[in-house]
């Protein structure tokens, strides 16, 4: 997920924790309101650093040897569950550290509530984190398998319009309610005039915000962060769930279309601010071959059809590629596909180090050969452009790569000898 929408989030939580800890500062004398006693600013502040922590690690991985150390340690040890206490103290020490150098001074019982605060934050990045087809692997060292949301793009104007309007209103300075609305009006602006977004689309997500603004307006604190909240749940299902519909449709077009194929994985991803038109990769063997299958899913055809959900057409994909042999229906239509032997898989794991690190992260690989770069290797989900792309490596020429951590490859199955 986006850094934006994790400060989103940020603000989001805070506020709850806001009028939840002034409803019981009513209910509880000894409890004094935290308006009254400064500690809102603080709670906003460190929440949205909360909210931000794990991506921490993407300023170490930037100092190992690219792509591989991004790859592998972006989204990684600082995205588990055992780090998060650690996450949240670090917040925690830095907010006393900012709050002391403007001459504020937060009481223990504040700086605990602050802490409790933070956990919360830290723990909700890994979960948003989780929707996508990045992915992540919050269970290590206990389990070092990744997990994948499928689910909400990775930058998603829809969030941006259910979650800020609410966050306008309830925010107390004017920076803060300015940079709240310019993000919306970029969300609308985004959608209105990227091609990738279907006009109807464009429409919903221009109705969201009016929707959200307008039952923000006169509510209360509690009712804003209830719309707030409210609203972003509601996004965050109505993309769950049609992912698993997009999932179905692909199943049963995989069974009609490619019957002797085995399937390993279904890779899903919503087109931005739509969730009728997802992006979908099939994992496969057929025989002694690994197929990897790109398609667009319409999981409502009867409003908008495979046909005429949009596609990256002008990507030029360094992996190699060839037409899918499958008739395109109403709900899936199969675009390219990726085929080589399964052996040379296995082969390039045992010979080259480098691919066998890559494998530790790639949910779809793939490999090839340039006449310049010699033999190069990816993830199918983000290959785009013909050169390199951030998840493409050299293969030749290079060392192995240093501290390459533990996680379990997604392609394990298919590096096992039969």
């Known amino acids: 997920m986006d850094n934006v929408t994790h400060s989103v989030v940020g603000l989001l939580v805070a506020e709850a924790a806001l009028v939840l800890r002034e409803s019981r500062a009513t209910a509880v004398p000894p409890l004094r309101a935290t308006d009254s006693d400064g500690l809102r600013a603080w709670a906003l502040f460190a929440s949205v650093l909360a909210n931000n922590a794990p991506d921490v690690d993407s300023a170490y991985a930037s100092f190992l040897a690219k792509p591989l150390g991004s790859l592998l340690h972006h989204r990684g040890h600082t995205h588990t569950l055992v780090f998060v206490p650690f996450l949240a103290a670090l917040v925690v020490g830095v907010t006393l550290a900012v709050a002391r150098a403007r001459g504020t001074r937060i009481a223990p019982r504040d700086a605990t509530w602050l802490f409790s605060l933070a956990l919360v934050g830290v723990g909700v990045h890994i979960g948003l984190d989780a929707t996508n087809n990045y992915g992540v692997h919050p269970f290590w060292p206990f389990h070092d398998g990744w997990f994948y949301g499928d689910s909400v793009f990775i930058v998603e104007p829809l969030l941006w319009v259910a979650a800020i309007p609410a966050l306008v209103f309830l925010a107390g300075s004017r920076w803060l309610k300015i940079a709240l609305v310019t993000i919306v009006l970029f969300g609308i602006g985004l959608s209105w005039l990227r091609e990738f977004v279907p006009r109807s689309m464009a429409v919903l997500v221009t109705s969201v915000a009016c929707l959200t603004a307008l039952a923000s307006r006169r509510a209360t604190a509690r009712g804003r962060v209830l719309v707030s909240a409210g609203a972003t749940g509601a996004v965050l299902f109505l993309f769950a769930y049609s992912s698993s519909l997009a999932r179905a449709a692909v199943t049963r077009s995989s069974a009609a279309s490619f019957p002797r194929a085995v399937t390993h994985d279904t890779v899903l991803t919503p087109m931005p601010a739509d969730p009728l038109c997802w992006q979908t990769i099939l994992v496969q063997t057929e025989d002694s071959r690994y197929v990897a299958r790109t398609g667009v899913v319409a999981i ?87 050169g390199l792309d951030f998840s493409d ?25 039969r």
Do not use: N
């Not at 190699?320 to 008739?327: F, H, I, L």
């Not at 709900?331 to 032997?341: D, G, K, T, Y």
């Not at 040379?344 to 006449?371: I, Q």
């Not at 290079?398 to 392609?411: K, L, M, Y």
């Open 300 to 386: 409502v055809p009867s409003f908008m059809t495979s046909s005429e959900c949009p596609f990256d057409t002008w990507a030029k994909p360094t992996a190699p590629s060839e037409a899918v042999p499958a008739v395109t229906t109403p709900s899936v239509r199969w675009i390219r596909q990726f085929s080589a032997p399964r052996g040379e898989l296995r082969t390039l794991a045992e010979r080259s180090c480098v691919f066998a690190a890559l494998l530790r992260f790639a949910r779809v690989p793939f490999w090839t050969k340039d006449d310049a770069l010699g033999r190069i290797a990816g993830d199918l989900r983000y290959d785009r452009s013909s």
């Open 393 to 417: 490596t050299v293969l030749d020429g290079v060392g192995c790569p240093d501290h390459v951590p533990p996680w379990t490859p997604p392609r394990r199955t298919l590096l096992e000898a």
